[in-house]
């Protein structure tokens, strides 16, 4: 595929040519999907939809712009949800069709009025309903988005059910279904170089498009009449929402990888320095090289018992260990056991703390191994000891060493696995580790419950380590590698 891009009256109109290879499939649907908010230097509020293949940041969470228009659930298991404070005009731009109860035969994503002199009976009940993942829209109104499908048989509320009672009882007034953001593209000799779709005419937050190849820019297909502001937004949502140089209303399209790092898939890399460099267009046309991953060193040079890189037992490459990233300046090193699953609701949360940071196993492995031997990752946890994972780093532990040497975090963040093993390792006194003869504070996760405004403390104070650029160009690129 290849992109050209020329300026005409200070703007950009996109000349795109399309070269596809005739055997690759483009499919019409995605497996994959990820949303999340952005803002504007006027304070504008926008949702950008992601494809599998990227740019998408580091750290944002898989899901989809109609679960982000009402507010953020923060935790899955709990229900905790951030509310964005809403216009009545924005509410409206969100849900349509009213109609009756009776006439209702979903119960799913969608939104339902009730009598605000009965809220606490329709809480109540909506309590007894399994997975009723209920959200308030408007307090004011009556509006709640709700899921009641678990409280229904063969589309109709199941007998003497909570929801049905709330149906007779005439909790329930009004029904809505709640607009859906379907957006889906093609490859097409066109402008924009994609054939686009969407199902909506509107909504109250700028909305980008990323198209599922990464060769091309995002693209704004909706310019909202009253767009979300950021001072709508609760807090410690808005705490983690980027801000771009940009006003919306005036860029058509954009490129994220410009200002924040993300992965990319398929598309040419370029690694300098322990950082990888994607090959993309940037907002003014020209191809350059944007930040992708950061690589760590392996600390486990051979598998763990036999001397080789295969588990004596699956007889197939063992599947490493993971990292997660939020930032490349990042202020916090948080270290965990090799096999840790990281917990979901953690990489969501409004923490600014872990926002901060990177995750790191305290032992790591750079390949993942294959798709098909899923289930030999849990063999090699049984397998190998924890003595063993604990061993391997007293003999070496290059890759903390040579993180925190390139990042010099303010803190360190270990679980209680890791915990011990760093304090007999580097432990000199209290809660101090000394590192090429720097000092670090090093807390357990578990003390984020009890001291974390003193660690958030630390974890604000302004990043002290290497600095990659964000943006390189490919002359510049050319001349760092030859001073290699």
Not at 92 to 121: G, M, Q, R, Y
Not at 431 to 451: A, W
Request: hydrophobic share 35%; charged share 30%; aromatic share 12%.
């Amino acid at each position: 595929m290849y992109l050209c891009i020329e300026k005409i009256n200070g703007g950009y109109n996109q000349l795109k040519k399309i070269k596809m290879k005739l055997n690759k499939e483009y499919p019409a649907t995605h497996s994959m999907e990820t949303a999340w908010y952005v803002a504007d230097e006027e304070g504008n509020v926008a949702i950008f939809d992601f494809e599998e293949y990227g740019p998408v940041p580091w750290g944002v969470e898989e899901t989809e712009v109609s679960e982000l228009v009402f507010g953020h659930e923060e935790n899955y298991n709990t229900h905790e949800y951030l509310n964005i404070d809403l216009t009545d005009d924005q509410v409206d731009d969100l849900i349509e069709k009213p109609h009756s109860p009776e006439e209702e035969n979903i119960w799913f994503e969608c939104a339902v009025e009730i009598d605000t002199s009965k809220e606490k009976e329709f809480l109540d009940l909506a309590a007894m309903i399994q997975n009723n993942n209920v959200i308030c829209i408007s307090q004011r109104r009556g509006l709640y988005r709700v899921d009641f499908f678990d409280d229904t048989e063969e589309s109709k509320p199941k007998k003497d059910s909570a929801l049905q009672k709330m149906i007779d009882r005439g909790i329930v007034k009004r029904v809505y279904r709640t607009k859906q953001f379907w957006m889906n593209d093609e490859p097409n000799e066109t402008e924009d170089g994609f054939k686009f779709k969407k199902d909506f005419k509107s909504a109250p937050y700028f909305i980008y498009h990323e198209p599922y190849w990464p060769e091309l820019l995002q693209k704004r297909v909706i310019i909202p009449s009253n767009p979300v502001k950021l001072e709508q937004v609760p807090q410690p949502l808005r705490e983690r929402i980027p801000v771009l140089p940009v006003k919306f209303v005036e860029t058509e399209y954009l490129q994220i990888a410009e200002y924040l790092p993300s992965h990319f898939c398929a598309v040419d890399g370029n690694d300098l320095n322990g950082y990888e460099y994607m090959l993309a267009p940037t907002g003014d046309g020209v191809k350059s090289w944007v930040l992708s991953d950061i690589l760590f060193p392996v600390s486990m040079e051979n598998c763990f018992e036999n001397g080789s890189y295969r588990c004596k037992k699956c007889k197939k490459e063992c599947w490493g260990t993971r990292k997660k990233l939020f930032t490349h300046h990042p202020t916090v090193l948080i270290i965990f056991h090799p096999f840790y699953q990281y917990d979901y609701n953690l990489i969501i949360s409004s923490n600014p703390i872990i926002k901060c940071g990177v995750l790191l196993p305290l032992l790591f492995r750079s390949s993942l191994g294959s798709y098909d031997n899923y289930t030999d990752w849990y063999k090699i946890k049984e397998t190998v000891s924890d003595e063993r994972f604990a061993s391997i780093f007293k003999q070496n532990g290059f890759t903390f060493e040579h993180t925190v040497n390139r990042f010099r975090p303010h803190v360190i963040l270990a679980d209680e696995w890791s915990l011990p093993i760093l304090r007999e390792k580097y432990g000199k006194a209290g809660r101090t580790l000394v590192i090429n003869k720097e000092g670090y504070p090093l807390y357990s996760m578990q003390e984020l419950e009890t001291l974390n405004d003193e660690i958030e403390a630390i974890a604000r104070k302004p990043y002290r380590g290497e600095v990659m650029p964000q943006v390189i160009s490919v002359e510049e690129m050319k001349k760092l590698h030859s001073n290699d």
